[in-house]
Each structure stands twice: as structure tokens, then as C-alpha cells.
């Protein structure tokens, strides 16, 4: 099992909301990865809508993103974050 971190600012308006949430929630869940956020001092598990609306992450606020799964599942997984909640990586 392999592990990624990578930083990404969130690319909606409105922060992690409902809608993206969900979506990227369900994606996660497909994906077999876990995938954990971190915002601040705080961190969702991914996978759930309400942990990661109560991240309280709003429009271009930095996250932390740790997936851990075999190379197919984090790609899957990598991809529906990027698609649902965010505008680009930060190196």
C-alpha cells in the first residue's frame, strides 16, 4: 500500500460545501482509498460529508491531502478532489 500527501487550495467560491462535498465523498468512497483532510488543526476522513463540512475550509483556503491505497485506487481517489473541491496543487 502506498501513501501520497499533496496540498491543494480549494477551488469554490463558497469553500467545501454540501454539493462538492458529496460528490467528492462518493467518489472517494468508489475509489477503495482512504483519504484523510487537513485543514488548520483539524482533519476529516474523506470518505464522510459531514467530517469534511466541518473542516470549515473556505474559498482558497490550503488543505492537506493524505490518500493511502494501491496506485489505481489513489488515482481515482487524487482525481475526485481535484474534480469536486479544488483549483490546483501547491508545490
Known sequence: MKR???EFLIGDP???HARP???A??????SGARVTVRFGTSSADAASIVQ???LG???QARITVEIEGEDD?????RAAVVEHLCAERQD
Do not use: Y
Open 57 to 59: 475550509a473556505g474559498p
Open 21 to 23: 462535498a458529496a460528490a
Open 73 to 77: 485506487a489513489i488515482e481515482a481517489a
Open 52 to 54: 469534511m463540512l466541518g
Open 4 to 6: 501520497v500527501v499533496e
Open 25 to 30: 465523498a462518493l467518489a472517494i468512497r468508489k
Open 14 to 16: 463558497l469553500g467545501i
